[in-house]
T-cell receptor, first 112, second 114 residues
Framework: KAGVTQTPRYLIKTRGQQVTLSCSPI?????VSWYQQTPGQGLQFLFE???????NKGNFPGRFSGRQFSNSRSEMNVSTLELGDSALYLC???????????FGQGTRLTVV | GQQLNQSPQSMFIQEGEDVSMNCTSS?????WLWYKQEPGEGPVLLIA?????ELTSNGRLTAQFGITRKDSFLNISASIPSDVGIYFC??????????????FGKGTHLIIQP
C-alpha cells in the first residue's frame, strides 16, 4: 500500500507570490490534514478535510487555504507569501478522523 | 489551548543504552501518539495509545499511557545507530465537535555517540 505522497518536495518562491501544494493520501483514507513545521514553532495544525469539506481549522491567517477532491486528494494554497511562511509543510492522512495520522515526506517551501 | 511538554529536549547516549523520554500536559488526552522524524522526512507513527494505563510495545520501543491521562512515556531499549532522530509525542485536540487536529510536543532529539 503506497504511503502519503506530497508534491513537490522543494519549492522556492518570492515574497508576494502564491503557492499550491499537493497531497495524495493513503488509499482508503478519507481524512487529510495539513501541518506547518518550523524550528521555532514546531509542528502546528493548519486544517483538516474530510469528504471534500473543511472539518477543522487551526489558528492561521486566511492566506492559508485548502481543498479536497472527490478522490480524497488535497491541495493547500498560500497566497501573498511572506518570509515567515518558509517551512516544511506536511500532509497527513487517516481513515476517519485525524487521530492516528500518517504523514508524507513534506514540501520544503522557501520564501525569498 | 492544549500544550504538550516534552522532555528531555535532547539526549546524548552511547549505543546499547536504554532511553526514556516523557510528555506531560495540563489537559487530559484520550489518545497519545509517538512519532519519530528523521532529517528531510515526515514523522513516522511508532506507537498509538488509547487507554489510561495502557502499555504497548513495538519491537524495542515501549510506550505507556499515564494513569492520570495527562502524561505518556516512551522507552527505547538497547539503542542502535538507526534510532537517531527526533521523537515527538502528540495527541488530538478537541473543541466539542470531534478531533481538531494533533497537537505536538517540541520533540526529544536523540543523538547516539560512537
Amino acid at each position: 500500500k503506497a504511503g502519503v505522497t506530497q508534491t513537490p518536495r522543494y519549492l522556492i518562491k518570492t515574497r508576494g507570490q502564491q503557492v499550491t501544494l499537493s497531497c495524495s493520501p493513503i488509499s482508503g483514507h478519507r481524512s487529510v490534514s495539513w501541518y506547518q513545521q518550523t524550528p521555532g514553532q514546531g509542528l502546528q495544525f493548519l486544517f483538516e478535510y474530510f469528504s471534500e469539506t473543511q472539518r477543522n481549522k487551526g489558528n492561521f491567517p486566511g492566506r492559508f487555504s485548502g481543498r479536497q477532491f472527490s478522490n480524497s486528494r488535497s491541495e493547500m494554497n498560500v497566497s501573498t507569501l511572506e518570509l515567515g511562511d518558509s517551512a516544511l509543510y506536511l500532509c497527513a492522512s487517516s481513515q476517519m478522523d485525524n487521530t492516528e495520522a500518517f504523514f508524507g515526506q513534506g514540501t520544503r517551501l522557501t520564501v525569498v | 489551548g492544549q500544550q504538550l511538554n516534552q522532555s528531555p529536549q535532547s539526549m546524548f547516549i552511547q549505543e546499547g543504552e536504554d532511553v526514556s523520554m516523557n510528555c506531560t500536559s495540563s489537559s487530559i488526552f484520550n489518545t497519545w501518539l509517538w512519532y519519530k522524524q528523521e532529517p528531510g522526512e515526515g514523522p513516522v507513527l511508532l506507537i498509538a495509545l488509547y487507554k489510561a494505563g495502557e502499555l504497548t510495545s513495538n519491537g524495542r520501543l515501549t510506550a505507556q499511557f499515564g494513569i492520570t491521562r495527562k502524561d505518556s512515556f516512551l522507552n527505547i531499549s538497547a539503542s542502535i545507530p538507526s534510532d537517531v532522530g527526533i521523537y515527538f509525542c502528540a495527541g488530538p485536540m478537541y473543541s466539542g465537535g470531534g478531533a481538531d487536529g494533533l497537537t505536538f510536543g517540541k520533540g526529544t532529539h536523540l543523538i547516539i555517540q560512537p
